[in-house]
């Protein structure tokens, strides 16, 4: 890893987004919360949260963050053809977050391809890059 003991502790927050395509009668059974496996956009919710949490864990020499905040939001635009998934993340560190944030955007995505894959065979995972990252003093 990266010793980052000589920065100092800033406040960081960062914006990742993606999306998945999918079919429109798969969009359909997700809001109707038909999905055999569950509420979809909660369970991707919750997932990319946890993602984000355990970042460190799953990136060789990514720093393990303990992160003050995090969540992550969907949208389903005018065309009815994807869901776009945004995550945002902060924390007061030495280090950045933006690793926490795309991460939290590609597992609620992954979550959302595993519990509707029964169904759509498919379905496209894309997109996924950072928006945002700033820092600011404490």
Known sequence: MVDVSHKPVVLREATARGEIRLAKDTLRLIESNKVAKGNVLATARIAGIQAAKRCGELIPLCHPLPLSHCEVNFEIPRSRDRIV????????????????????????????????????????IGGIRLLSKTKSSV
């Open 85 to 124: 998934i945004t995550a945002s993340a902060k924390i007061a560190a030495q280090t950045g977050i933006e690793m926490e944030a795309l991460t939290a955007v590609s597992v609620a995505a992954l979550t959302i391809y595993d519990m509707c894959k029964a169904v759509d065979k498919r379905m496209r």
